[in-house]
């Protein structure tokens, strides 16, 4: 055979093939035609639409290609183990660093614990010494007060002794029943006299001088007596009297009238001699102020009437002394 004969048999089983693909394409595309247009799930587009005889269509090349996407195996797979390789190596890394981070977490939640904890311990601490340095200032403030009470007493006692040393002293002496004194049945005038000395280094201010007698009989004590003539003279607080200086004595006198009814009841009789007496007490007091001190000061003492008979009469220039009761003269405070 020539070489043009077998150039044209080949030919012609070329175009005997092409015929029976096109038309098994033209069997395959009649009943798609039919098919209604649908959007391709693969897809967010919608599939190419064509208008044949007054109702939408899908060729078979676009029905094939949305449904039946071409699919390679190997190089699909390939590219698959690929990516799942890569994503597995991601996954470890990442991992890793989670694994990393936790473990920092974990160290720095135990290095919260141990802050907190030294928080808690330091503000005990705080708390304590906080409290001991409370108590310690109390009890300095406490020790404040005590030491200025101890040094106003200290003051006190120092202004004391320094106007005890240079104030005035007043003392009562040379007592005694001075003339025309008489003591009778029917009444008694008693006319008593009393030196006043200052025996200090200043003068006594506001000086006052009082005595009373208190006859004694039953159911009145001369110690009811004498506290009573004692608050008296305390109490008493107004600015009258005279100035008495060191240098210069007082004569002070006082005459007292009493009734029979007066003394009648302390009219007693002695066993040895038979003589009626009185039984009485004189209470006698100075009154006066002295210098940085308002305070009354007082000098008491209490004299015996007790032997004193009834007749008694105090001739001109005579005199009768009183003796103090024992352990009855001093000062009043």
Not at 18 to 44: C, D, F, W, Y
Not at 138 to 163: C, W
Request: glycine content about 6%.
């Amino acid at each position: 055979m020539s070489r043009s004969y077998r150039l044209s048999c080949s030919a012609i089983g070329r175009c005997l093939v092409a015929l029976a693909l096109l038309s098994q394409i033209g069997a395959t595309q009649a009943p798609l035609e039919r098919l209604e247009q649908v959007p391709n799930k693969s897809n967010p587009t919608q599939a190419k639409q064509t208008q044949e005889g007054g109702y939408t269509s899908l060729s078979a090349t676009d029905t094939i290609n949305n449904y039946w996407p071409p699919f390679r195996a190997d190089e699909n797979s390939e590219e698959a183990a690929t990516e799942a390789t890569k994503r597995d190596k991601e996954d470890i890394i990442a991992q890793k660093v989670m694994a990393a981070a936790a473990d920092r977490m974990i160290y720095i939640a135990w290095l919260q614990y141990f802050v907190g904890v030294g928080s808690l311990i330091g503000l005990a601490f705080t708390v304590y010494y906080t409290q001991k340095t409370a108590k310690a200032g109390v009890e300095a403030a406490k020790a404040s007060i005590d030491m200025a009470g101890i040094a106003r007493e200290a003051n006190q006692l120092t202004r004391d002794a320094m106007v005890a040393d240079k104030r005035a002293w007043l003392k009562l002496d040379e007592i005694s029943l001075q003339p025309q004194t008489s003591i009778q049945e029917s009444g008694a005038l008693i006319i008593v006299k009393a030196t006043i000395k200052n025996i200090g280094h200043t003068p006594a201010l506001n000086v006052w001088f009082d005595t009373e007698i208190h006859f004694l009989r039953e159911g009145v004590s001369f110690g009811e007596a004498e506290t009573a003539f004692k608050a008296r003279q305390l109490a008493f607080n107004a600015p009258v009297g005279h100035t008495m200086f060191p240098t210069d004595p007082v004569i002070e006198r006082r005459t007292v009238r009493y009734g029979p009814e007066t003394f009648a009841k302390s009219i007693r009789v002695r066993n040895d001699t038979g003589e009626r007496i009185v039984q009485a007490i004189m209470m006698m007091a100075v009154t006066y102020r002295v210098f940085g001190d308002e305070r009354p000061h007082i000098t008491y003492t209490s004299l015996d009437l007790i032997s004193l008979e009834i007749g008694l009469s105090v001739p001109e220039n005579g005199f009768v002394p009183l003796r103090p009761v024992p352990f009855t003269r001093g000062e009043v405070t």
